[in-house]
């Protein structure tokens, strides 16, 4: 068996070679992924996938694609909001270990099989970092929602009270990679916490979503910034539904 642990604990890969470590990656880790998600937030992400479906603010029966897809946690529950929703995500190990019920396929976001502005919104969860090329990724986004459509991400974030980042820095960097190496993948829970060298600043991600093509963009941390919720709206016609909880600034 080839060994996984050499590319992780390297450079972070770039390009193609990236793209191909995160495939390969997500698929190993896919049967224990939900498992070490809830042990990892000590059950806080359910909530913050909550939030981030509530966001959208749009109207029962509306369209949603689950990007980045997973397991489908953020899809499942955009279905007991009763939207109707379409899972994506480059891992097939991830998309073998959900639960039936949504409807999913293969794809790479920066090639999503679907046409222009099909989709009512958006949701995503902690895959920002992961995309190879993440302008182009957010421009591939934008290209499938509606003009007044409604985008969600649900990313991790540096809290800014000093004593907690400190907490989150120990938990995430040294707790995180124990865990994995107990439970799941070690290479993969090891390259993980350093993935977030990929994630822009703030600043960084309003203007990458501004020029995608949304605009009112917002941002809230979650539990003192353990996790960020990022919305923003198609530009275009104004949503029929509002912009919904979670509008920003």
Not at 11 to 36: C, H, N, Q, S, W
Not at 100 to 129: E, I, N, T
Not at 184 to 189: E, G, K, M, N, V
């Amino acid at each position: 068996m080839a060994d996984r642990s050499r590319p992780m604990d390297g450079e972070l890969p770039t390009g193609p070679a990236k793209t191909a470590r995160v495939r390969e990656m997500f698929d190993v880790i896919a049967p224990r992924y939900d498992l070490v998600n809830r042990i990892m937030t000590l059950g806080l992400d359910q909530g913050w996938r909550r939030a981030t479906v509530d966001a959208l603010g749009l109207a029962p029966g509306s369209s949603v694609l689950d990007l980045a897809c997973g397991t489908g946690d953020l899809g499942r529950i955009a279905g007991r909001r009763g939207y109707g929703t379409v899972g994506a995500d480059l891992s097939w190990g991830m998309l073998a270990a959900r639960r039936p019920g949504q409807p999913v396929l293969q794809a790479d976001v920066l090639q999503l099989p679907f046409g222009d502005g099909v989709f009512d919104g958006l949701v995503c969860g902690y895959a920002l970092r992961n995309f190879t090329d993440l302008g182009a990724s957010l421009g591939e986004a934008a290209r499938v929602v509606r003009p007044g459509g409604r985008l969600a991400v649900l990313e991790v974030a540096r809290p800014p009270n000093r004593i907690l980042r400190l907490g989150h820095r120990l938990w995430f960097e040294h707790a995180v990679p124990l865990l994995g190496r107990v439970l799941s993948d070690p290479a993969a829970y090891r390259y993980l916490p350093r993935s977030t060298a990929y994630l822009p600043d703030e600043a960084g991600l309003r203007r990458l979503l501004h020029d995608a093509g949304f605009s009112t963009v917002g941002r809230r941390l979650l539990h003192g910034g353990l996790s960020q919720l990022l919305t923003a709206t198609r530009a275009g016609l104004p949503a029929t539904a509002g912009a919904g909880p979670g509008a920003g600034s």
